[in-house]
């Protein structure tokens, strides 16, 4: 154990740990939780051997000095063996630490990230810099600023920093189709893009410590449709999450289109979307508002109540 300080403060609030030797780090729920809280010196929590933990909730906080987990290999958690019983799936995961450049390295955001059922519910500072090569799969700097695109390389399967697409690389975005994480967010502006359908493989993003919205597209005039078959999650803290402005006025229209990120992707405590400022509650109710051939999903629809409309009329 890296720590010399760790078996000595740390506070293990629970049955929740139970060691046993052939498998040391690995640990087991009883009733409670896994929790690491009020060390006052604890740095790092340096369990570098622990792959698995069987506990409904993951509570780290408290911790004053902390200033990294250090926990690299922990990849998979399961229900306490009570919540299984009960059928609660969730895995609830709250890091948080007081101290200043407190951060989670991108290895550890994607094994978190990773865990079936789980909700990142408060996870604190940011993702450490630079960016650590994943044991499979490639990861690229993206830029450090929104107004600098990016140089869009080959192969790349997790970005780190702000993923920017404007009129200077617009046209090799079709080689983002490989990136499944991005560690940062992504930033379209002024583009001739029709439709967002290259980021087929895109998962996450985790904007953790960015001050900026997870996703935001803006400013691309001929932008009427978007495609994220494989996204699963956006984490960011705070800002709210995707922010879409004066692109076409399809999704502005169809409410459609905001509804995929807030319920496909809606989870306890991230931000809401808004499209052109509106909330996809407000989005909903514009809809509800218009003449009912609005809700003709294609154009026979529409020519179908025209000519219901003609007949009465004759
Ligand atoms: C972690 O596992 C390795 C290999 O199994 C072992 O050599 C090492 O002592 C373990 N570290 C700790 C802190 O237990
Ligand atoms: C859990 O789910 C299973 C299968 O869906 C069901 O048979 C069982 O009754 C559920 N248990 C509880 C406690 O709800
Ligand atoms: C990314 O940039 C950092 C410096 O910000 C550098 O240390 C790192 O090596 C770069 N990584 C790659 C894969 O280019
Ligand atoms: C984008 O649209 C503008 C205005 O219509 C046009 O001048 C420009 O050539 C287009 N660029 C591309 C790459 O199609
Ligand atoms: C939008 O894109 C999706 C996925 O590429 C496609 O299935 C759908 O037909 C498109 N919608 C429109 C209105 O073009
Ligand atoms: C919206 O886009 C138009 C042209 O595409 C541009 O002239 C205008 O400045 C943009 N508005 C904002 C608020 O960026």
């Not at 399961?78 to 019983?85: C, H, K, R, Y």
């Amino acid at each position: 154990m890296k720590n010399p300080f760790l078996l000595a403060i740390l506070i293990v609030t629970s049955h929740c740990l139970d060691f046993n030797e052939s498998e040391f780090f690995k640990s087991k729920c009883g009733l409670a939780d896994f929790t690491i809280s009020y060390n006052p010196k604890m740095e790092e929590i340096g369990m570098t051997n622990l792959t698995t933990i069987k506990c409904s909730l993951i509570d780290i906080h408290g911790n004053e000095e902390l200033k990294k987990l250090n926990i690299p290999n922990l990849n998979y958690a399961s229900p306490s063996a009570e919540n299984l019983e009960a059928n609660k799936t969730g895995i609830e995961i709250n890091i948080d630490s007081e101290k200043y450049g407190f951060c989670i390295t991108s290895v550890e955001m994607y094994n978190f990230i990773n865990i079936e059922n789980v909700n990142l519910k408060k996870l604190g500072g940011g993702i450490c810099e630079p960016g650590i090569q994943p044991s499979s799969g490639k990861l690229c700097n993206a830029s450090h600023n929104v107004d600098e695109e990016t140089e869009i390389q080959d192969g790349c399967t997790q970005m780190f920093g702000k993923v920017v697409i404007n009129p200077k690389n617009v046209q090799n975005v079709q080689k983002l189709s490989s990136v499944e994480i991005i560690f940062g967010v992504l930033y379209i502006e002024n583009t001739n893009l029709t439709t967002i359908d290259f980021l087929q493989n895109l998962k996450y993003i985790s904007a953790l410590g960015y001050g900026y919205p997870a996703i935001t597209v803006q400013n691309n005039p001929y932008l009427s449709n978007f495609s994220f078959p494989n996204l699963k999650r956006i984490k960011n803290n705070g800002e709210s999450s995707v922010v879409f402005t004066n692109n076409t006025q399809e999704f502005i229209l169809d409410p459609k289109y905001c509804s995929f990120f807030e319920d496909q992707l809606g989870q306890g405590g991230w931000e809401k979307p808004k499209f052109d400022g509106n909330s996809c509650y407000t989005l909903i109710q514009e809809a509800n508002t218009r003449p009912p051939y609005k809700f003709a999903k294609n154009l026979d629809l529409i020519i179908v109540v025209l000519f219901m409309s003609i007949a009465q009329i004759l």
